[in-house]
């Protein structure tokens, strides 16, 4: 039996869910794309998103059995499943971030645990506190560049990199999934900020909202 | 009125197209590629400007960010006006509308200018410190007249219509100027594929190029620059940063650069073509792996009397003009220079078709090439001689020629008037050192080519003019060179580039001549001034040394030398030769003043960039933000959340729409949660999730408490303090299973607690088996609390809200409102309360369906001063209100909440043995009861034994908190008292600032329910 508690803070019933960008949506709108659009922002709310924390070698092996892939080999490191659905992110050198679709990573945990059996280690479920935003366009990295201090040029930023960094005057995690692709983990409480921030800056670039 | 002084071809403007703009109310017209300055020249406007202290007609002098002079106000309407623009600087568009900034009514005829006539002489260096500053009291008053009437712009009154923002940028090589050594640095770091950014501050790269005589590889000069900027514009790995200024170096190579994005089409941005708003300045924040300076060198005027009348310029500005503006400022020259190069200002004013009068050269044999060439084309050159006076009023009329004995510094021979309406001087070239200053290293005296070069720290390169080479083939060589040596320290070898073959022209040396003798002593002979934007003169620096100012910067701060937008761009160099002069020591002894950033004005919006209005600071919202919204939530800042303050209702009795006030809000919420049911939105505690073997130990050693014994289900409040013994956090810490913990912060502390906890697990004990995350935003919080709050719950859970299952301090798991929630039952208002926590996606729901439920209740929804209300009542602390860093948690009477005989010493245990924490006297935490009920006494009013001690009274402690209870019906407070916990029942006196004195009584922290009864139903 597992010395942690685990709680599954979802539910299947047809209950109302509020994303945390919904109260942006309603007071700040969401431009449409247009033909014009030089940048698209899309939310992947409700994902199911976990912390693991603990030694590398010994995740790495339960994310192998649970997931059927590996932790990311080095530091500031993301990878993906083959069906691009489940990603692990390197957040520090003892934390990673799995994000998986939603209503996935109760069962994930469950199985995590018990492959981990009694290793030092811990998971914790964050789903409810955080966001995902997806930025594409040609200038998507543009954008960026006005809202985080991290480097993005392509040469120091490739795909399969994510970092923690300064966005405006918030934290947001950073990664790059493809060519063409950026995503942005926000925290609930910030993402208002950050989208009302990326409307403003992404205004030249006639921004566009998919929703 | 025609532009008199335009050339009939030539220079790098677009003469197809006229721009029509206004300067001080007038309309004249010019061409694209014009600066402001180059079309009032153009149009013979000689006069720009009065000056700063003694209201002289100025006019232009340069053609670059070295300008003195021409600083004008920007702006067709109020709220584009633009202050400090260097009319150099600054693009013709169509429309511009300029005015000086200083003058009235205006610069022609000036009423100042008497002021300043009459007042010169009384208005020696230092003057402001010597005259203003007594009495003391009178400053304020003086300050607002001498601003208004000196004044270099003013800013504008209505709301800037623009909008500006930051771009990051990182690059390995940074080169700062696009002149030929900043091109051929460029071309050499990106031709091996390292990451370049190439800036430069004018409308068009190319930098001296673009006014040269000379030729590279047989063509003109320009061509050359097109070509390899052609080139540049090609490469991926290549920023091109045109009108953009570097203008602050900070720590490890983090350069600002400024760049004007759309100031050269018009005073406020123009949409883009789909009608989007764009940035009209933006600040460039650059992290570079090296930088090279190639920032060139600023040409030093010769001071000599008159020098600032209208109509003396530098002779490279008299070329520049000439040669890429199409325009010649004058009709007769006369050249006064110590150098070879100067003298292409004369062969261009020659070819132009006007009168060079004369070129005088204070050098008894100059034998150059240029030398020459002028004495072939006729020119007239008067050698071992200079210009000793300008005469002239509004604008040039005549030069005094005279003979001089530099060494001697004095006139040797007779004086000669030469009739003229322009001179032009040059005393040699200053390399652009201010950003190598702003590192703090110093720059070092070179003799050879009589300036200051740049210190250089590590990564820092300079190149060509800044480094203090001005030959064309030498500089080109210096920036290929260096360009090499950036990029391979970047990790990218470059084989560089075949440099274009320069022309070998002979240039003699020049002589070392700052301030050129008059036939009166400096104090007596007519102004000779050394800066002229802060009308600082030779005789004022001499003044300055003779009053005993010796250092260079106390000399700077006297005279006001180099001073505010000018940093010492032209003048700082001769200044130092003239204070070395008069303290008989030599320019390097006497020192260099240091330059600060910025190198030329910053807009504020390009500082600020998108940080403003609603983006200032990040707004934090809990998931309930909307609802707090919709239902009119008055809202409190707490860190960078918003918190609902209070719920103002509408007023019940008045029906016109009025609203509660906060105090009404605040009485009728706190009744209902001591009658019948009230809701916080408690989400923003922060939250701690703690896993691990050792969680239980670590919680052990970072809490004054126990945490041996808490059982899965079970809550218990603990106290933090930092090492030296004093409160830093409280909250309640639930036990979800053995390994693991849930900890609750304050609001403001959250984040600061979880980096607290990790520096002592990463640090002292990481062989502890403990991790924390945070979980603040994960769960939403929502706390029910008051009589009706089990009632209200049990309808929409299947918890057991049994009292004698699940109790007071105890936690439990399961649905509410259908959704999986953990419920706390612990109470930080002494009601009954249950604190429901979801995952924050189901917040709304969770909430809105107490309140269908509620509705019978009367649950009510209530903010922050209420809880701070309820909670006072019952005595429990506001980490940080009512304490704050000096307060133990025996201060607080909170004896209960330590584990003294814990086995392991945790965090503060060692502190509260200190003398000074065991001695009697310290302020201590009591209950004030106001002997007037009716009186809610001040937070923070002092607190005395003897109202009737004479001032200064001893004071025994203060008030933290204090508010009107409802309950109660009557003010109470919190307050911190020395020895107060030996006090209860003593009466003490809080002496107001408007002469009242209240009396209150010291009474128990605990105001309402004192056995704690009401928590425990």
């Given at each position: 039996m597992s010395k942690a508690a685990v709680f599954d803070t979802r539910t299947d019933a047809a209950i109302a869910v509020e994303s945390p960008l919904a109260y942006s949506y309603r007071r700040s709108g969401a431009p449409t794309p247009g033909p014009h659009s030089q940048v698209t922002i899309r939310e992947r709310a409700f994902l199911g998103h976990l912390i693991l924390r603990g030694g590398a070698i010994v995740l790495d092996e339960a994310v192998r059995e649970v997931l059927g892939m590996n932790l990311p080999g080095k530091p500031q490191g993301l990878v993906h499943d083959a069906s691009g659905e489940r990603s692990i992110q390197w957040l520090s050198p003892d934390e990673w971030l799995l994000i998986v679709p939603g209503g996935e990573e109760f069962d994930f945990e469950n199985r995590l645990r018990e492959a981990l059996g009694d290793a030092r280690f811990a998971i914790v479920n964050v789903g409810g506190g955080q966001t995902l935003l997806e930025l594409e366009g040609p200038k998507a990295r543009e954008l960026l560049m006005k809202s985080v201090v991290y480097d993005v040029h392509p040469d120091h930023f490739p795909v399969g990199k994510g970092v923690t960094t300064v966005f405006a005057k918030a934290t947001a995690i950073l990664r790059r999934p493809s060519d063409t692709r950026w995503e942005l983990v926000l925290r609930r409480s910030f993402a208002d900020y950050c989208y009302r921030w990326l409307l403003d800056a992404g205004e030249e670039y006639a921004i566009g909202v998919v929703r | 009125m025609s532009q008199i002084h335009r050339t009939a071809r030539g220079g790098r403007?677009?003469?197809?197209r006229q721009l029509t703009f206004t300067f001080n109310g007038k309309r004249y017209q010019g061409h694209p590629g014009d600066t402001l300055a180059s079309a009032l020249l153009a149009n013979g406007v000689a006069i720009v400007n009065r000056s700063f202290k003694y209201s002289r007609p100025r006019g232009i002098v340069a053609a670059g960010a070295e300008e003195p002079n021409a600083v004008v106000q920007l702006g067709a309407s109020e709220a584009a006006q633009v202050p400090n623009v260097r009319a150099t600087q600054q693009a013709l568009y169509d429309g511009l509308v300029a005015r000086s900034t200083n003058g009235w009514p205006n610069v022609k005829r000036d009423l100042m200018g008497l002021v300043g006539k009459l007042g010169g002489a009384f208005m020696p260096p230092g003057f402001y410190y010597k005259?203003?500053?007594?009495?003391?009291?009178?400053w304020m008053t003086y300050e607002k007249y001498i601003r208004k009437s000196a004044g270099l712009g003013r800013s504008p009154t209505e709301a800037d219509p623009d909008i500006y923002d930051h771009l990051h940028q990182h690059c390995e090589v940074l080169v700062i100027g696009a002149g030929p050594a900043g091109l051929a640095a460029a071309l050499a770091a990106a031709r091996s594929g390292a990451r370049v950014i190439l800036c430069d501050e004018q409308e068009e790269m190319g930098g001296s190029l673009l006014d040269s005589r000379e030729t590279l590889a047989g063509e003109p000069a320009e061509a050359w620059a097109t070509q390899v900027i052609e080139e540049l514009k090609g490469l991926a790995n290549v920023t091109l940063l045109p009108r953009t200024t570097a203008n602050g170096y900070h720590d490890h190579h983090f350069v600002t650069l400024h760049e004007r994005c759309t100031e050269h089409l018009a005073d406020t941005a123009p949409r883009t073509a789909n009608g989007a708003r764009q940035s009209r300045a933006r600040l460039h924040r650059v992290r570079a792996g090296q930088v090279v300076l190639a920032t060139g060198a600023h040409e030093r005027p010769l001071v000599y009397a008159?020098?600032?009348?209208?109509?003396?310029?530098l002779a490279g500005a008299v070329s520049t003009y000439i040669r890429r503006y199409g325009v010649v400022p004058g009709q007769q020259l006369v050249l006064s220079v110590n150098n070879d190069y100067a003298y292409r200002a004369a062969l261009d004013w020659h070819e132009a078709g006007r009168e060079v009068v004369a070129i005088v050269d204070a050098r008894p044999a100059p034998e150059g090439d240029w030398v020459t060439e002028a004495k072939a084309k006729g020119i007239r050159v008067i050698t071992g001689s200079a210009v000793i006076e300008a005469k002239g009023a509004g604008r040039v009329s005549a030069a005094r020629v005279a003979a001089i004995d530099i060494d001697g510094f004095r006139v040797t021979g007779r004086v000669e008037e030469l009739a003229c309406d322009t001179v032009a001087s040059s005393g040699g070239y200053s390399p652009v050192i201010h950003l190598a200053s702003h590192t703090g290293a110093r720059p070092t005296w070179n003799d050879e080519i009589l300036g200051f070069v740049p210190g250089l720290v590590k990564g820092v390169h300079a190149a060509g003019g800044a480094n203090g080479l001005y030959a064309l083939g030498e500089v080109l060589a210096s920036g290929l060179e260096i360009g090499v040596r950036a990029a391979a320290a970047t990790g990218h070898p470059s084989s560089g580039f075949e440099l274009p073959s320069a022309e070998v022209r002979r240039d003699g040396p020049q002589v070392a001549l700052f301030q050129v003798p008059h036939e009166k002593p400096t104090l007596r002979a007519p102004k000779q001034f050394v800066d002229q934007q802060n009308d600082v003169t030779a005789a004022g620096i001499e003044l300055a040394t003779r009053e005993g100012f010796e250092s260079i910067e106390h000399v700077k701060r006297y005279t006001a030398m180099g001073f505010g937008t000018d940093q010492g761009k032209l003048g700082n160099i001769n200044g130092m030769a003239i204070a070395a002069r008069c303290l008989k020591r030599s320019i390097p002894e006497v020192g260099t003043t240091v330059f600060r950033p910025n190198y030329t004005p910053v807009t504020f919006g390009a500082i600020v960039g998108r940080h403003c209005g609603e983006l200032f600071d990040p707004e934090r919202y809990t998931a309930l933000q909307q609802w707090h919204v919709e239902h009119g939530a008055a809202f409190e800042d707490v860190g960078q959340w918003k918190r609902p303050w209070y719920y103002p209702q509408a007023r019940a009795q008045s029906g016109n729409g009025q609203r509660e006030t906060l105090h009404e809000a605040v009485a009728r919420e706190c009744r209902a949660v001591r009658e019948t049911v009230g809701i916080l939105d408690a989400s923003t505690l922060g939250k701690i999730d703690i896993q691990g073997a050792d969680a239980r130990e670590f919680l052990g050693r970072i809490y004054t408490n126990k945490w041996q014994k808490l059982d899965v289900g079970k809550c218990r409040y603990g106290l933090m303090c930092k090492d030296d013994g004093m409160v830093t956090d409280d909250g309640v810490t639930a036990c979800l299973a053995d390994n693991h913990f849930l900890m609750t912060t304050t609001t403001g502390g959250a984040a600061a607690i979880l980096e607290w906890l990790e520096l002592w697990h990463q640090t002292e004990w990481p062989e502890l088996d403990v991790t924390f995350t945070s979980v603040t935003d994960h769960w939403a919080t929502m706390t029910i609390t008051g009589p009706e709050a089990r009632k209200l719950l049990a309808e929409i859970t299947d918890i057991d809200l049994d009292r004698d299952r699940f109790k007071f301090m105890e936690w439990r798991q399961g649905k509410v409102a259908g959704v999986p929630a953990r419920v706390f039952r612990i109470s930080f208002t002494g009601e009954l309360t249950y604190e429901i926590n979801v995952q924050a996606n189901y917040a709304r729901h969770v909430w809105e369906t107490l309140f269908r439920h509620g509705e019978k209740y009367g649950l009510t929804p209530y903010g922050t001063e209420t809880m701070h209300v309820l909670r006072a009542e019952k005595g429990f602390i506001i980490v940080g209100q009512?304490?704050?860093?000096?307060?133990?948690p025996e201060d607080l009477g909170m004896q209960w909440c330590v584990g003294y005989d814990k086995p392991f010493p945790w965090i503060g245990k060692r502190a509260l043995s200190r003398p000074d924490t065991r001695r009697e006297g310290r302020k201590q935490l009591v209950g004030l009861r106001p002997r007037d009920p009716k009186v809610v006494l001040e937070e923070g009013a002092q607190i005395v034994l003897d109202p009737t001690h004479a001032i200064p009274m001893p004071m025994v402690g203060h008030v933290t908190s204090s508010y009107y209870s409802p309950t109660l019906d009557a003010g109470f407070a919190l307050a911190v008292v020395k020895g107060g916990h030996h006090k209860l029942g003593a009466t003490v006196y809080l002496p107001m600032a408007d002469g009242t004195t209240h009396e209150a009584e010291i009474v128990s922290t605990i105001f309402y329910d004192p056995k704690g009864e009401r928590q425990h139903v």
């Open positions: - | 403007i677009d003469r197809n005259t203003f500053m007594a009495p003391a009291s009178l008159g020098n600032d009348v209208p109509g003396n310029l009512d304490t704050d860093g000096s307060v133990t």
